[in-house]
Structure formats: structure tokens, C-alpha cells
């Protein structure tokens, strides 16, 4: 405060107000009591301080014999911790964390849904074996015709030519004939003695160039389906394939021809429209079969029909079908193209 300025007073700085002094004034300081340690021993600013248990402050202070621990205690602990983990150890393997479900004595989950991946069945390996085919026509020979085409085994002969009578062709024909037939294969039966016949056998197909009302009429109107019934008349099976495929190959016998034929066996073989049994006698076609508009007549005869020499033998059917010649009959038969 500068010097000759008197002091401001309280009152003027806070206008209105103003400060009583206090009725009990304030106590002088009183002295701080003498300390128990002697100032000498008391570290100065620098030095190096004592151990606090080596401080005279604090001697005395700390039990220098810690407590012993109870036994009880030594031991709990780790029983417990190992019981806890015993437990934990119990409930992930019976949840299926762990491997070993099925091994526990009891659960406290669900058995565990495992999840199976489907098993692969390996495919199989489709092997395809070949069949091993034997061609029946192996070997045999060709005949190439204006109509039509055939095969015919190799030691057989086929020989073409006109049909007629009287010097009129009423068409052609082509004539199939094993080079030898044999006797002692028991298709055949002999004859009566009157009739002096060498077996022989040919397939014949005749292909018409004239109608078949002309042609009854040539031959006075007699055809298969004659009056007389046939005592025997039968089929034995049907052509599979090519220029005839479904038609029929029957055996009938030649009533006109033979006479006093034992056992009612059949004398020739005739393809057909349909099937005859045996039970009826009568035959209810001309022996006339049509294909892409051609008309067509083929007959198996136990004779040499090109020659019309000699009456044909009597057929031993039971014996004749199970026979190479009956066998590759039809497979002529069912060459045509």
C-alpha cells in the first residue's frame, strides 16, 4: 500500500454488508510437543533410508514369526480343484464333446446326434459281354433272281426255269435241291413196293406271271383246298424273317397220289396263310401266298420235283423236323428278299 494511503475498508468494498468482528477471538498456536526420537537419528534429505523394519518408527511394529497355515487348508484346495475338474471333464464327454459317450455309467444329456455322411455305394461297373454269334448263312451261297434273292448251304444246288404246260409258261421257278439225300436218316419212309422211288428232296418256289383263277382253270380248278379232306394236315412252324416273314410251313398228305399211306403221315410241305392244327382235315386256301403284289406258291416235296419223275416219300415228321435238312429248309426259307 503506498505510504500515506490509508487502508480501504471492508464495508467499502461490499456495500450493505456488514462484518461484525468475532466476540471470541482466535487462540494463539500452541507449541508442538517434544518428539520421542532424538533428532539425531532422524534421516536428512539425501540419505539413504533404513529398511522399514529397521526404521526406529516401525521397530517393534511387524511379528517377525509369521502364522503356520492349517493343514486343512494345505489340502482342500487342490482336492477341490481336482474334484472341479473331474466334473467338467465328466459333462463334455456325456454332452459328445469328448469321445467316449457310450463308455459313461449314466448321462445327465441326450444321447448325441452324429452326423453320419450316406455311404457311397461304388458304382458297379456295367460289363457288357459280347455274345459270341454264330452266323447260321456262314459259308453258304447266293442266288440273285429277278424278284428275289435267297441264300442256300453250299453242297446244294439251285437251278432256275419256266413252268407250264403245253408250251404255256404260267411263270418261274427256281428248284433247291441237296446234292445227295441220305436213306438212313429215318425221314423217310419207304413207300409200297409198287412204287420204285429214289429218295430225293427239293424246296421249290414258284413265282406266277399269269392269275390264279387261270391257273385253276389250266389244272381243272384243283387246288389245295380240295374236296377231299387230308388225313393229315398239320403246321410246324413259321417263317421269322425276310420276303415271307409271318407265314406258316405246313405238311399235308398227297391223298390223290399215294394210296394205302401208312400211319396218315404227310407227303409235302406247303407255305400257308395260317396255322393248321390237325384237328379238320379240310384246307381252307389254294396254296397261293401274295407279297408286294406278286403271287407266289413254294412247297417242300420228298421228290425231285423238277423232273416230276416218281411219286415223293412218305415224311416221318417226329423224326424229319429234328434234322439238318428240316433246319436249313426253313433258314432258306427265311433268306428270301
Known amino acids: 500500500m503506498p505510504e500515506g494511503q490509508e487502508p480501504q475498508k471492508i464495508n467499502d468494498v ?24 532424538d533428532p539425531e537419528n532422524i534421516p536428512k534429505f539425501g540419505e539413504l533410508q533404513p529398511k522399514v ?19 486343512l487348508r494345505k489340502t482342500l484346495w487342490p482336492v477341490l480343484a481336482l474334484l472341479l475338474a473331474g466334473i467338467l471333464l465328466y459333462l463334455a464327454v456325456d454332452s459328445g464333446l469328448v469321445k467316449g459317450y457310450s463308455h459313461l455309467p449314466f448321462h445327465f444329456f441326450q444321447a448325441p446326434v452324429t452326423a453320419t455322411a450316406p455311404a457311397i455305394t461304388p458304382a458297379k461297373t456295367a460289363t457288357t459281354t459280347t455274345p ?17 434273292n435267297f441264300k442256300y448251304p453250299a453242297d446244294w444246288n439251285a437251278k432256275a426255269g419256266n413252268f407250264g404246260q403245253d408250251n404255256a409258261v404260267w411263270g418261274t421257278a427256281v428248284y433247291i435241291n441237296p446234292n ?34 387261270q391257273y385253276l382253270s389250266y ?14 394236315l398239320k403246321t410246324s412252324g413259321q417263317v421269322s424273317s425276310g420276303l415271307f416273314k409271318g407265314k406258316y410251313l405246313t405238311f399235308l398228305s398227297q391223298l390223290n397220289v399215294i394210296k394205302n399211306i401208312p400211319n396218315k403221315l404227310p407227303t409235302q ?37 423238277s423232273t416230276g419223275n416218281g411219286y415223293p416219300s412218305i415224311l416221318n415228321m417226329s423224326a424229319y423236323t429234328g434234322t439238318d435238312l428240316y433246319k436249313d429248309t426253313v433258314l432258306v426259307l427265311q433268306s428270301f428278299n
Request: proline share 12%; charged share 15%; hydrophobic share 25%.
Open 14 to 37: 461490499m456495500p450493505g454488508h456488514t462484518i461484525q468482528p468475532s466476540a471470541d477471538p482466535m487462540p494463539p498456536p500452541q507449541p508442538m510437543p517434544p518428539a520421542d526420537v
Open 53 to 71: 523394519d529397521e526404521h526406529p518408527l516401525f521397530s517393534g511394529t511387524k511379528d517377525p514369526t509369521p502364522k503356520k497355515k492349517s493343514l
Open 132 to 148: 459270341i454269334t454264330t452266323d447260321p448263312y456262314a459259308g453258304w451261297k447266293t442266288y440273285t433272281g429277278t424278284s428275289f
Open 180 to 213: 445227295t439225300v441220305p436213306t438212313n436218316i429215318g425221314a423217310f419212309v419207304n413207300p409200297p413196293a409198287s412204287y420204285s422211288k429214289t429218295n430225293s428232296y427239293t424246296v421249290t418256289i414258284k413265282e406266277f406271271s399269269i392269275s390264279t383263277s
Open 219 to 232: 389244272s381243272g380248278g384243283i387246288g389245295y383246298n380240295q374236296p377231299t379232306p387230308y388225313n393229315y
Open 269 to 305: 410241305g406247303l407255305v400257308t396263310n395260317q396255322v393248321y392244327d390237325g384237328s379238320n382235315g379240310a384246307m381252307s386256301e389254294q396254296g397261293f401266298v401274295v407279297v408286294n403284289g406278286k403271287t407266289y406258291q413254294i412247297t417242300v416235296d420228298s421228290t425231285d420235283d
